[in-house]
């Protein structure tokens, strides 16, 4: 499999991406008032770096991003929680398979029916990565990968999904996209899912497209231009709030990790950093508002 940091770096570093770097919906996270707490389907209620270094994943995140940990299990494996503010923002997870492979992070979609959701994936030409599984207390969940081969965690939250917020809160996950081998087939099989979809920008080629639910903004979508389908495979790509990314790029190398994009004014005036951590997990760190 193809690394997903090199996926950022062929894809943001082309100009061929960016106006869609640059769309307002691209980045615009969900507007109005806070929602009563309930169930999401479509939205991404939660986030796991699944890597063979938890070690060294929790110091650079925790260094970089300010993120505390909580030491917990989940199927009687270690577990960690990472924390801003006393608030859960994601899981660290130990990879089970002793390849090579960089870290992953792997993202959970809200949806009404596990089982169902995996039957769907499947017919669709999918796979099961983990079966449907009951985690007490927490959730129910599955991972798959999508016909294109991304992976995907798929998620019915026993307390309901976190709320909907007026605004991003920082150190937070607030924003997923994916970039597709094939993006007519993908938006087929994420409406599939329950998505519908609009064309942000249309440059180059390059067709932007925000996947809604329910009136809101959950996603971005858009087709991996030719010229770097080689060097790309399929993957969602999640995006942490900061205030400064240019500074916190500039202390990665010395943490361990790697620079993946460094902010370039051409590409949402600067405000867009993609950074992978010392064991291989890439995450894009954008501020907000533009």
Partial sequence: MKLLWKAALVLLAGSALLVACSSRAATTPPAGAARAPGYHPGKFV??????RDPASARRFYGALLGW?????????????????GGKPVAGIVVHPDPSDEPALWLSYLSVPNVDQAVEQVSAAGGKTLYPPTDLPGAARV?????????????????????????????????????????????????????????VQEDNAGIEYHVLRRDGR????????????DENVDPNWLPYVLVDDPAALAGRVESLGGQVILTPNASIRGGTLA?????????????????
Avoid: N
């Avoid at 809160?169 to 899912?193: N, Q, R, S, T, V």
């Fill in 274 to 290: 993609i950074v992978a951590d010392p064991t291989g997990g890439a995450l894009a760190l954008q501020k907000w508002p533009l």
């Fill in 46 to 51: 939660w986030h796991d770096l699944v890597t």
């Fill in 142 to 198: 599955a991972v798959v990968a999508d016909p294109q081969g991304a992976a995907l965690g798929l998620a019915r939250l026993t307390d309901g999904d976190p709320a909907d917020g007026p605004a991003p809160e920082g150190g937070h996950i607030f924003w997923m996209e994916y970039m597709a081998a094939d993006a007519p087939a993908a938006l087929e099989f994420y409406e599939g899912l329950g998505y519908e979809s609009t």
């Fill in 68 to 84: 505390e940990f909580q030491d917990t299990t989940r199927s009687g494996k270690p577990y960690a929680v990472a924390r801003v």
């Fill in 217 to 228: 903004s959950r996603a971005g979508l858009f087709q991996i231009p030719k010229e770097a």
